[in-house]
């Protein structure tokens, strides 16, 4: 907020949401002024989207009122905020790989718009803001933190007053949220107000000058966020204290590998995909090892070959318990003792429609005998597996046995996790854990990784959240362009030097 801008840009009055009986936003009253980089803060399932989508136009509040420069307003439809005066930047990209950056920005411009002037005013706009684009380069080509790029440009050449910015750092590596950082000063500097959605509260107490904190929908508290400490800010949002996950024991430790890849370069089954190149790695019992990463560098293929989802060249080139299973699939890996947990939620991990229970069965009905009796399968015994998933992760559900896209991220990432530790596996593989998880949910699924390894499980952890692999991983790399950097102890790892090999700068490196 500056002292020339002294009337709020946006003040919000009472807004409610409701679906059905549930309330998502629950008299939510909120001021944003020119000049300011404002936080929105809470749990998963505060409400914190719901919010958003009515500002953006699209979601109708059921009651209260949008005051826009003084005057009441109502936004129909997204294409009604940006006239307003309120652009976007979501957190999931909405780019075409095959088409160019140019043609990428035209297609949310009015059709008449040539597509030289959209080129002229990209590479403008870009230069202008520290975020250098090639017009003309193909999006399948760039990194995400150029992706990331593009959106931003889209938004600001609508003009907007206010940007919504949805965890715009969660892909990006510590040296291109530096340049984002800048980037929103800059607007702020020239009067446009920011408001700023994401769980990674240190970034949040270094930007924004005021907070807004939602739980179960409601406001429970502002805050300015540089005079209070992350673990003060969690608080706030959950209303209670966060769970410090405790460090494991001393670990056993072994000469034997659980785990191996051995020389491994495959193709990409994706048109657009990455492929791997010489991959090698050993995963011992006991130890938690990550491999950090921006989107797209070969993480979904590595997890696949892993996985079993696809087969090795040669069954030597991985190895499970010493023996090769390069050429078995993934039942047969889960038979032997290992789990594997994507980064897709709703539709690979899990099926949307099914129940929770129905959902427990579809992985574990294979190694588990008591799922099944002969032809049919035990579908009391899966609800008992269910109730113990939702007590030892605090799964939070609107009912007893709900479908699996009716919970919110978090609390859907509790009941995988759950699911397929349940049983005490030995190889744990787990591609982005806590992916748009709020604090507590995080640090209850780290506890259960670190708690697995204690006992002598192997962990492998794939995520592009640098904090997270520095808070409780043993051994840590990078992989950028299919290829994976050497290992080294997180306890001697240097961040700006892991962010560079997540740029693809290994030569000459140390981690």
């Known amino acids: 907020m500056t002292e020339s801008s002294p009337e709020p840009l946006l003040t919000l009055k009472g807004l409610t949401k409701s679906f059905g009986s549930f309330k998502a936003n629950d008299s939510v009253d909120l001021q944003i002024f020119p000049g ?6 809470g749990e998963n399932g505060a409400g914190k989207s719901t919010f958003v989508k009515m500002l953006y136009g699209a979601l109708q ?12 307003v109502s936004i129909p439809s997204p294409a009604f905020a940006r006239q307003l005066g309120v652009g976007m930047v979501f957190q999931h990209f909405s780019l075409f790989e095959a088409l160019t950056v140019a043609e990428n920005v035209a297609v949310a411009l009015p059709g008449d718009t040539p597509i030289k002037k959209v080129a002229a005013d990209v590479e403008k706009l870009s230069r202008e803001y520290g975020l250098p684009l090639k017009s003309g380069a193909y999006v399948h080509d760039l990194s995400v933190g150029e992706r990331q790029r593009i959106e931003i440009v889209r938004c600001l050449l609508g003009h907007p007053d206010l940007v919504i910015m949805d965890e715009p750092t969660s892909v990006l590596t510590p040296q291109e ?6 980037v929103l000063r800059k607007l702020r500097d020239e009067g446009k107000a920011i ?37 003060s800010i ?17 670990r056993p430790q072994s000469a034997e590998p659980l785990l191996s890849i051995f020389n491994l370069s495959m193709d990409s089954r994706e048109a657009f995909g990455t492929p791997l190149k010489d991959v090698s790695l050993d995963l011992f019992p006991g130890e938690i090892v990550g491999i950090a990463g921006i989107a797209g560098n070969g993480q979904t293929e590595l997890f696949d070959v892993l996985s079993g989802e696809r087969l090795a060249g040669k069954p030597e080139q991985v190895t499970l318990f010493g023996q090769p299973v390069g050429h078995d699939d ?41 799922l099944k009796s002969g032809m049919f399968l035990n579908r009391g015994k899966a609800k008992s597996l269910l109730e113990t998933i939702v007590d030892k992760l605090d799964v939070r559900k609107s ?11 978090g609390n859907l990432q509790k009941f995988i996790i759950g699911r397929e530790v349940l049983e005490d596996p030995k190889v744990i593989i787990v591609n982005q854990p806590t992916w748009g998880v709020d604090a507590g949910s995080a640090a209850r699924i780290r506890q259960t990784l670190v708690d697995l390894a204690e006992g002598g499980a192997a ?14 991983t043993d051994r840590l790399a990078a992989i950028a362009e299919g290829r994976l950097s050497d290992f080294a102890p997180v306890a001697q790892a240097d961040r700006n030097a892991i962010g560079l090999k997540m740029s693809g700068i290994f030569e000459g490196q140390s981690a």
Not at 177 to 182: E, I, R, S
Not at 336 to 363: C, D, Q, Y
Not at 402 to 409: C, M, V, Y
Not at 465 to 471: A, G
């Open 234 to 250: 969690a608080r706030m949002m959950v209303g209670a204290d966060i769970h410090q996950i405790r460090p494991a024991k001393a």
């Open 36 to 41: 300011e980089i404002h936080a929105l803060l």
């Open 330 to 370: 993934i039942t047969a890996r889960r038979a032997k003792g290992a789990v594997f947990i994507s980064e897709e939620r709703l539709g690979h991990a899990t099926v949307p429609s099914l129940s929770l229970s129905e959902n427990v069965i579809l992985t574990r009905y294979r190694v588990n005998p008591g």
């Open 459 to 472: 962990v492998l952890v794939i995520s592009q959240d640098l904090d997270e692999l520095f808070e409780f």
């Open 399 to 409: 009912s007893a046995d709900p479908a699996a896209q009716s919970l919110s991220g």
């Open 61 to 72: 509040p059921d009651a209260g009122e949008i005051v826009w420069r003084g005057k009441p």
């Open 177 to 182: 949220v530096d340049d984002l950082f800048a």
């Open 195 to 231: 408001l700023y959605i994401s769980h990674k509260l240190e970034e949040v107490r270094a930007l924004c000058e005021r907070a807004t904190i939602l739980r179960h929908g409601k406001v429970v508290g502002t805050c300015i966020p540089h005079d209070e400490t992350a673990t």
